[in-house]
């Protein structure tokens, strides 16, 4: 296991294959093996070098107290800090749902160091639309905030209880899928490798900008892959929103497939990431 110290970052990164490099994150709740134990890694690593980390209060990445950078501007310069540790001058960058969201910050104004960039199942705005809360005032959203501020950690136990219980938007395609228990499995491991603090402290700093910043997307010069699945709910709007204002983009709905493409449908979107990168190689 390998780490890096980013200020007062302890971050936590795995690197295979050779070739141009791939710097990787993920989602909420989840972290590098996103990608490795779904084998999407394993594919991306027969031609190119992946490198993935775990973000800020995720995973095996530990911060050592305040400030804690649970903000996607700091947390999109970690891809930059990682790429200056390994020496890298120029990168792809692969992204998923609330990584995506710092991705493509980071994007919006170091797109001359990236090779590429691939935003899947997410969007510009860091505080997406949710069902349900579409006619909730800012200070009904901000009384939320605050019960959840207050409200205990539940166990390891109740917390994998809950999630199967109600998937809710983002997991109700794959508690659907056929090999779900598989994948609840693998879902679990990114509960279990977490910690609940961090993960509480996360949801409660990071999620405040309901802006898509269209200038910023609209400035992002690399070549950008947006996919996502078509039953992804919360980022089908914002998915379009960067297809359109990003200059140079290829979208991809994958269908029958939710907000989890990389566990529910593992072939496809490694496929899909391996043909976008390649027609960026040879250009």
Known sequence: MVWFQNGNARIYYEDVGSGEPIIANHGLGEDCCY??????????????RVISMDMRGHGRTVVDGAPYGYDADTMGNDFGALADYLGLDKFHMLTHATGGMAGVRYAMTHSDR???????????ATRPQMPGMEDMTEA?????????????????????AQVRANPGPFLFKMAEHPECENLWKIFEGFMQRADPQATKDFRLSFYTDPDPRIEGLRNIACPTLVLLGEHDIVFLEPSEIMAKEIPNTRHVIIKNVGHMTALECPGRTGSELLTFLNSVSKQ
């Open 114 to 124: 990236l090779l590429s960039l691939m935003l899947t199942d997410t969007g510009s």
């Open 140 to 160: 009904e959203i901000q009384r939320l905030r605050r019960e959840a501020a207050k409200a205990p950690i539940p166990s390891h136990e109740e917390r994998v």
């Open 35 to 48: 990608w490795s134990e779904t084998g999407v890694t394993d594919k991306l690593a027969e031609q190119y």
